[in-house]
T-cell receptor
Framework: KQEVTQIPAALSVPEGENLVLNCSFTDSAIYNLQWFRQDPGKGLTSLLLIQSSQREQTSGRLNASLDKSSGRSTLYIAASQPGDSATYLCAVRTGANNLFFGTGTRLTVIP | NAGVTQTPKFQVLKTGQSMTLQCAQDMNHEYMSWYRQDPGMGLRLIHYSVGAGITDQGEVPNGYNVSRSTTEDFPLRLLSAAPSQTSVYFC??????????????FGEGSRLTVL
């Protein structure tokens, strides 16, 4: 069974810092990997989806990379802002409805 | 642009009661699914559907039923609520599974407490 791990579980950084969130998975046979943001008491908002054939995707200050051979993905956030404070989850899809989630990294950006 | 809509947002039940969580999407997505989110356990798949009339079990299906009579709607039924079903429930949809069609969109969640 695919296992998805996100370390650290929590991270605090000062405003303006660039940061990297990590996601690792055990089985490299994936359809895609998706990064989400979850605010307290809210649903998951899709940030970026990287297809199996891609190495990275960018959206604004966010850049996600994928290295299937090593079972790793990173989410890079540039020039962090207090509004970036949230829990970030990654999910790996291995089939039609085989989607495996990490337990997330709770990010706090300190003004 | 509604996306995925879940109702109710909050519900309190007594043990043994039944209820239905509603989920509707307006994106013409074929794939729909229900997850529950519990502290420290991440999201776990309850049931899923790959199109109208087609449903299947996920990782934690016991105590739940689903049906998919239309493309838009995918209700989740709790047959006889138990305290172990206290959780936050999320409905999600995607156009397909592979490539960009696999991008998953979530509703805002339904917070259920079973006493």
């Amino acid at each position: 069974k695919q296992e998805v791990t996100q370390i650290p579980a929590a991270l605090s950084v000062p405003e303006g810092e660039n940061l990297v969130l990590n996601c690792s998975f055990t089985d490299s046979a994936i359809y895609n990997l998706q990064w989400f943001r979850q605010d307290p008491g809210k649903g998951l908002t899709s940030l970026l989806l990287i297809q199996s054939s891609q190495r990275e995707q960018t959206s604004g200050r966010l850049n996600a990379s994928l290295d299937k051979s090593s079972g790793r993905s990173t989410l890079y956030i540039a020039a962090s802002q207090p509004g970036d404070s949230a829990t970030y989850l990654c999910a790996v899809r291995t089939g039609a409805n085989n989607l495996f989630f990490g337990t997330g990294t709770r990010l706090t950006v300190i003004p | 642009n509604a996306g995925v809509t879940q109702t109710p947002k909050f519900q309190v039940l007594k043990t043994g009661q039944s209820m239905t969580l509603q989920c509707a999407q307006d994106m013409n997505h074929e794939y729909m699914s229900w997850y529950r989110q519990d502290p420290g356990m991440g999201l776990r798949l309850i049931h899923y559907s790959v199109g109208a009339g087609i449903t299947d079990q996920g990782e934690v299906p016991n105590g739940y039923n689903v049906s998919r009579s239309t493309t838009e709607d995918f209700p989740l039924r709790l047959l006889s609520a138990a305290p172990s079903q206290t959780s936050v429930y999320f409905c999600a949809s995607s156009k397909g599974a592979g490539g960009q069609t696999g991008e998953l969109f979530f509703g805002e969640g339904s917070r259920l407490t079973v006493l």
